[in-house]
């Protein structure tokens, strides 16, 4: 965990990134369902937080969930990703952040596929960057 990428401050973030990455990744706010760059991307790769750079998700965890979000079974690494208990909006769900800097992911559901463990990690598209594997 860096926490000096935790401890910058929001003009830094407002200056980083664009008006769509701030309001999902530093508001918590949710990109629309299906309009992602990320949705049907089906090339190997890392997927990493595109406010820090912290690998974050591999292309072959990545499944077809037909949620609108990209889905994926596991993080590459459990330490590189945090959960909180969200309880806004009235639902009773498991929020991803950035282990690095902190930033909102997405969130994670019961509902992925049995034969990796059942979980289903729903990340908005603008919350990453992808490296195509060479």
Known sequence: MNEDMKQKSDEYWKATLTPEQYN???????????????VDNHADGIYRCAACGQE??????????HSGWPSFTDPINRQHVELQDDSSLGM?????????????????????????????FCINSVTLDFSPEK
């Open 92 to 120: 009773q769900r498991t929020e991803v952040s950035c282990a690095n800097c902190g930033a909102h992911l997405g969130h994670v559901f019961d509902d992925g596929p049995v034969d990796t463990g059942g979980e289903r």
């Open 24 to 38: 999902v990744m530093r508001q918590k706010g949710t990109e629309p369902a299906f309009t992602g760059k990320y």
């Open 56 to 65: 974050l998700f591999a292309s072959t965890t990545k499944f077809e969930s």
